[in-house]
């Protein structure tokens, strides 16, 4: 199995500031790689598929690159709203199932 | 705007089977390019995929929990459904039913439900 490694577990930044998380896999991936936002009491959202692709009316702010085993997902400019936990999330194919990461608790310093 | 609604017993006594119903609705279940699936968070801890199930009724689940879960569909309730059998405190959990969209290798869980707590408890 694929194991996801995502750091850091929790990250205090203030409101501007650029933040960065990462998630790496244990195997090449490709850009099988997703990233989710769940806010307290919500379920997730979707974020950015295929490693680096904005989902629909998400804001531009965000953003995700890498391929292979490691990927980063971006906050350009840190807003208030934005305070969440972040998941990274891949698909392997042998055998079929997904994992998440453990997943990186963003607070407003 | 297609919506998801998670439905069941928020109390399950342990040893017994966990049953939760998804009902999709402003969409059919039947779309060809969607899978749907089963995503638990225990309280206070990250995401677990459970399975997943396309319209035809074809499945795929979580090697760790494959001998206790099943996932099953009813088109014509636009419904999808989990079983998780001899359950334990460990599966207290929130748990979500998700659209999976499955195009070439993206596979992405792009719409969710709100979530339903199941406290296992005697």
């Known amino acids: 199995d694929i194991q996801m490694t995502q750091s850091p577990s929790s990250l205090s930044a203030s409101v501007g500031d650029r933040v960065t998380i990462t998630c790496q896999a244990s195997?090449?991936?490709?850009?099988?790689l997703n990233w989710y936002q769940q806010k307290p009491g919500k379920a997730p959202k979707l974020l950015i598929y295929?490693?680096?692709n904005l989902e629909t009316g998400v804001p531009s702010r965000f953003s995700g690159s890498g391929s292979g085993t490691d990927f980063t997902f971006t906050i350009s400019s840190l807003q208030p709203e934005d305070i969440a936990t972040y998941y990274c999330q891949q698909y392997d194919n042998l055998p079929s199932m997904y994992t998440f990461g453990q997943g990186t608790k963003l607070e407003i310093k | 705007q297609l919506q998801l609604q998670e439905s069941g017993p928020g109390l399950v006594k342990p040893s017994e089977t966990l049953s939760l119903t998804c009902t999709v609705s402003?969409?059919?279940?039947?779309?060809?390019?969607?899978?749907w699936g089963w995503i638990r968070q225990p309280p206070g801890k990250g995401l677990e995929w459970i399975g997943s199930?396309?319209?035809?009724?074809?499945?795929y689940y979580n090697p760790s929990l494959k001998s206790r879960v099943t996932i099953s569909v009813d088109t014509s309730k636009n419904q999808f459904s989990l079983k998780l059998s001899s359950v334990t405190a460990a599966d207290t959990a929130v748990y979500y039913c998700?659209?999976?969209?499955?195009?070439?290798?993206?596979?992405?869980?792009?719409?969710w439900g709100q979530g339903t707590m199941v406290t296992v408890s005697s």
């Open positions: 195997q090449d991936i490709s850009n099988y």
């Open positions: 402003g969409g059919s279940i039947s779309s060809s390019s969607y899978y």
């Open positions: 998700a659209r999976l969209i499955v195009v070439g290798a993206r596979h992405a869980f792009d719409i």
């Open positions: 295929d490693a680096s």
């Open positions: 199930i396309y319209y035809s009724g074809s499945t």
